[in-house]
């Protein structure tokens, strides 16, 4: 089918709470391929049923590395570093991603397990000391995360709370000026660590990546900048948001809670449940460029058009999921694309699953009467690009 001409306003509505915006259900029954505009950039095409999305996902006409330099559309006034990995193709993005591939596979995250395991443990001990009403947010999901991925580069001073503060600020604010300072802060950070590792050799993953660099003259040095910057502040705040998410879905619903308490073997499946369910951005996903015109099982999208994924809207297509706008802590199979799909495949999709599993048993084991400190219609949300709970007050 064409795709109406109507030119839609994206984001074309705010989730209230945990739910998304039947607008798009709307878009997804009648404009599968619809046309939008966002604040900045160019038109798109806004793909939201998930056999759709699976499919640009994978095929290799569209394009990242053709987003390069392009005025593309956004919510950001930020633009990506051109030589980050998720604005290559491959074989360029290949060799990036090779390199490292080997801390985020399963075994990889499995020996990184014990560590998450404590600092979780030091988290929980220091919330509970302080005694209740407590923030989840401050207290777990935003330090968790950056203490991992921070770990990983060998940043174990108090930098990594000044990173935690600017990827929140990249990825919430709503400031233009604001978005950019922080993203400008963050890069001269980098570019400081690298140079650290210049003088001091590490075995740490930054350590090996400058080693790939100087050494073996694999990575250029933009590569090296624009590689640190998205597992630094890739890896910090969908975790910190969907650590959130998990915790308040299971808090508002009794049944779930006293289900996952007397069976903690389903933490697994209802963590899959919540990034499924959870609505974590209403901005589109990475956007895209056709480099020749491609058929969609909805549509004909041309060459030079850029298009946006709607992953929560996929993520709801009742084509695949049923009673998709219920949470169902059971659902098998669960084919959701909240890590993406194909070459892109979210590279950390092993750790955030394993910190969010950690973090939820964690809670519930060492709380056994945590519970919502407030309604769960009070809770406030943030703003930008990436959604979730902005604080979580519990008691217990």
């Known amino acids: 089918m064409d795709v109406a001409a109507n030119i839609h306003r994206f984001p074309m509505a705010e989730p209230v709470g945990f739910a998304y915006p039947p607008c798009y259900r709307e878009l997804q029954e009648n404009e599968p391929l619809a046309r939008v505009r966002m604040a900045y950039g160019m038109e798109a095409r806004l793909i939201t049923r998930h056999a759709d999305v699976r499919a640009v996902l994978a095929d290799p006409r569209f394009s990242r590395a053709a987003t390069a330099g392009v005025d593309i559309p956004r919510s950001s006034p930020v633009m990506l570093h051109d030589a980050s990995i998720v604005t290559m193709d491959p074989p360029e993005h290949t060799r990036l991603r090779r390199m490292v591939a080997?801390?985020?596979?399963?075994?990889?995250?499995?020996?990184?397990?014990?560590?998450?395991?404590?600092?979780?443990?030091?988290?929980?001990?220091?919330?509970?000391?302080?005694?209740?009403?407590?923030?989840?947010?401050?207290?777990l999901a935003q330090p968790l995360p950056i203490l991992a991925i921070c770990a990983l580069f060998g940043v174990v001073d108090d930098r990594s709370d000044t990173f935690r503060e600017l990827a929140h600020t990249m990825f919430t604010g709503t400031e233009q000026t604001a978005v950019e300072s922080a993203f400008g802060e963050i890069m001269a950070m980098i570019t400081?660590?690298?140079?650290?590792?210049?003088?001091?050799?590490?075995?740490?993953?930054?350590?090996?990546?400058?080693?790939?660099c100087d050494d073996d003259d694999?990575?250029?040095?933009?590569?090296?900048v624009g590689l640190a910057l998205a597992l630094l502040v890739g890896g910090f705040e969908n975790s910190a948001q969907e650590i959130a998410n998990c915790a308040a879905l299971v808090?508002?619903?009794?049944d779930h809670l006293a289900e996952l308490r007397a069976r903690p073997d389903l933490v697994p499946s209802a963590v899959e449940e919540v990034l499924r369910f959870a609505p974590l951005s209403v901005t589109g996903g990475l956007v895209r460029i056709a480099v020749d015109d491609v058929e969609l099982g909805s549509g004909t999208i041309r060459k030079g058009e850029a298009v946006i994924i709607d992953t929560q809207s996929a993520n709801l297509d009742p084509a695949v999921f049923d009673d998709p706008t219920e949470m169902d802590i059971h659902r098998s199979p669960n084919p959701h694309l909240i890590f993406g799909h194909g070459a892109h495949r979210c590279i950390g999709a092993e750790l955030a699953r394993m910190e969010l599993q950690v973090s939820l048993g964690s809670l519930l084991q060492r709380f056994p009467r945590l519970a919502l400190a407030v309604p769960a219609e009070d809770i406030p949300f943030t703003g930008g690009m990436l959604r979730g709970p902005a604080c979580l007050p519990v008691t217990w």
């Open 192 to 212: 400081a660590l690298v140079a650290e590792r210049r003088r001091t050799a590490s075995e740490d993953l930054l350590g090996r990546l400058v080693s790939a």
């Open 218 to 224: 694999r990575l250029s040095e933009e590569e090296l």
């Open 102 to 139: 080997q801390a985020f596979t399963k075994r990889g995250v499995e020996a990184m397990r014990p560590r998450v395991v404590e600092s979780v443990a030091r988290l929980l001990d220091a919330m509970e000391e302080q005694g209740p009403p407590a923030d989840l947010v401050t207290a």
């Open 251 to 254: 808090l508002r619903s009794p």
